[in-house]
C-alpha cells in the first residue's frame, strides 16, 4: 500500500469532486443521527408511556444489537449477492414504515411493548443489512488513492452523528415530545434513500457464484477466508478485543464514576459523553499518522497508544483528577475510531469485491459476541476486586489487541497490502 496522500483539504474537497460520494456520506450521516436518536427515544418511550419496567428497557436495547448475532453471517452472504444500493434503499424504506406504525400507534394510544420491541429489532436487522451494504458500495464512487480520506469522512461524521444524536433527541422530545423526534428519524431515513437514488456511478452486478452448499457454503466461504488470511484475522481479532475491553469499562463507568469518586449524575452524563467526541479527531489524524509510519506500523501505534489511555482512567478521582477520566476516554474512542478508518480502508482494497460484505460481517459477528462478555467479566471482577480495580483489569486487557497485531507481522510491515495475493497468507 501506498503511503497515503490526502490531507484535510483532500477530505473536505472529496464532497465536492465526488459528488455521488458526497451524497452517499450526506445520506448516511443522516441516517446515523436519526439512529443515534432511535436508540435513546425507544427507550424513552418504554419509560414514559408504557410505564416498562428495567427488564423490558433492557430487552429494546438488547433487541437492537442482537440481530448482528442471529442474522449476521447470513446477510453478509445475502449482501455480496446483490447490489449494495438497491440493499441500502430498502433498509431505509422499511425503517421509515416501521417509525411511522410506531407513531401511529402512539398517536391513537395503541402503542404495546410488543410493537416497540418489534421496532427495536427491525432496527437492528436494517442495521445489519445496512451497514455491511454501505461498506462494500464505498469504494465504487471514489479512486482507491482516495479510500484513506473517504473513509476519514465516513467515520468522523458517524462519531459526531452518534454525540450528537441523542442530545438531539433529547432536545427534541423535551421541546416537542417523542412523536416529534420519531418523526424526525423517520424524515432521515427517506433523507438517506433520497440521496442514494440520486447516485448516478453505475453498480456492476454480482457475480452468482454459488457454490453446491448454497448460502451455507457460501457463509462458510466468508468464515474460511477471514480466519486463513493473516490480515484480516489480525483486523477481526482486533476488533474483538477492543470490543471486550471497551464493553467492559463502559458497562461500570458511570458505576465508577458516581460511586467510587463520588461525581454528581448529571456532570457524569456531560463527561461520558465528551468521550464521543475523541472518534472525530481519530477520524481526522488517521491519515496522517499512516503516512508517518505507514499504515501497518500506525495501526500497532494507535493501538497501543490507546492501551496507554485506557490505563489513565482508574487513576479518575474527585475534582481536578476526574481529568485522568476525560482524556484516558476521549483518547480510547479516538485511537479505536483512527485504528478503524485505517483498518476498514485495508480491508475495502484488500479483500475480492465478491467476499466484501461478508468479511466485514464476519469481523462485527465476533466485535458484537465479545462486547456482552466484556460486560459479564466486569460484574464479574467488579464484585470480586471493586470497581477501581475491575477497571484497571480491563484497561490492561486491551494490551491483549496490541499482542495480536505484533504476532500477527503489522509492526514488521511498513504498509499492510494494497490487493489480496494468496501466497501471504
Known amino acids: 500500500m501506498n503511503p497515503h496522500k490526502p490531507d484535510s483539504r483532500a477530505r473536505r474537497s472529496l464532497l465536492f469532486r465526488r459528488r455521488d460520494f458526497g451524497l452517499l456520506w450526506l445520506g448516511e450521516t443522516t441516517s446515523v443521527t ?4 432511535t436508540s435513546v427515544v425507544l427507550p424513552l418511550i418504554a419509560v414514559t408511556v408504557l410505564d416498562a419496567g428495567t427488564f423490558v428497557i433492557a430487552l429494546v436495547e438488547a433487541a437492537i444489537w442482537l440481530p448482528w448475532l442471529v442474522v449476521g453471517l447470513p446477510a453478509g452472504a445475502l449482501i455480496d449477492r446483490l447490489r449494495s444500493r438497491g440493499v441500502m434503499v430498502w433498509c431505509d424504506v422499511v425503517g421509515a414504515l416501521t417509525i411511522v406504525l410506531l407513531v401511529v400507534s ?8 410488543g410493537q416497540l420491541l418489534a421496532a427495536a429489532l427491525v432496527s437492528g436487522v436494517r442495521a445489519v443489512f445496512f451497514e455491511p451494504a454501505h461498506y462494500k458500495y464505498l469504494p465504487l464512487l471514489v479512486e482507491d488513492d482516495e479510500l484513506p480520506a473517504a473513509n476519514s469522512l465516513v467515520h468522523g461524521s458517524e462519531s459526531a452523528s452518534v454525540v450528537a444524536g441523542p442530545a438531539l433527541a433529547g432536545v427534541v422530545v423535551g421541546a416537542f415530545g417523542a412523536l416529534a423526534a420519531l418523526l424526525a428519524d423517520a424524515v432521515t431515513f427517506l433523507v438517506s434513500a433520497l440521496c442514494l437514488l440520486g447516485i448516478r456511478t453505475r453498480e456492476p452486478r454480482p457475480e452468482r457464484t454459488a457454490g453446491p452448499g448454497g448460502i451455507g457454503g457460501e457463509i462458510a466461504e466468508g468464515v474460511r477466508f477471514t480466519v486463513r488470511d493473516r490480515y484480516l484475522r489480525v483486523v477481526a481479532l482486533t476488533g474483538g478485543l477492543l470490543n471486550f475491553t471497551l464493553a467492559g469499562m463502559g458497562a461500570l463507568q458511570v458505576v465508577f464514576l458516581v460511586r467510587t469518586n463520588g461525581v454528581p449524575a448529571a456532570l457524569a452524563g456531560v463527561v461520558v459523553g465528551l468521550a464521543g467526541l475523541g472518534g472525530v479527531v481519530g477520524a481526522v489524524v488517521a491519515t496522517f499518522i499512516a503516512r508517518r509510519l505507514g499504515s501497518a506500523r500506525a495501526v500497532v501505534a494507535i493501538i497501543g497508544t490507546g492501551v496507554v489511555c485506557g490505563l489513565l482512567v482508574p487513576l479518575t478521582g474527585p475534582g481536578p483528577a476526574l481529568g485522568w477520566f476525560v482524556v484516558g476516554t476521549l483518547g480510547q474512542v479516538a485511537t479505536v475510531v483512527a485504528a478503524n478508518v485505517l483498518m476498514a480502508g485495508f480491508t475495502q482494497r484488500y479483500c475480492p469485491r465478491e467476499l466484501l460484505a461478508r468479511v466485514m460481517v464476519v ?5 458484537y459476541a465479545t462486547a456482552p462478555l466484556g460486560a ?3 460484574g464479574a471482577l467488579g464484585s470480586a476486586l471493586g470497581v477501581r480495580g475491575a477497571m484497571w483489569v480491563l484497561a490492561l486487557s486491551a494490551a491483549s ?6 504476532l500477527g507481522g503489522l509492526a514488521r510491515t511498513r504498509d499492510l497490502p494494497a490487493t489480496y495475493d494468496p501466497s501471504r497468507t
Not at 402512539?106 to 411493548?113: E, F, G, I, S
Open 34 to 37: 436519526g439512529s443515534a436518536m
Open 106 to 113: 402512539m398517536a391513537l394510544d395503541a402503542l404495546t411493548v
Open 363 to 367: 469481523s462485527r459477528v465476533v466485535a
Open 376 to 378: 459479564v467479566a466486569a
Open 401 to 406: 489487541a496490541v499482542a495480536v497485531q505484533v
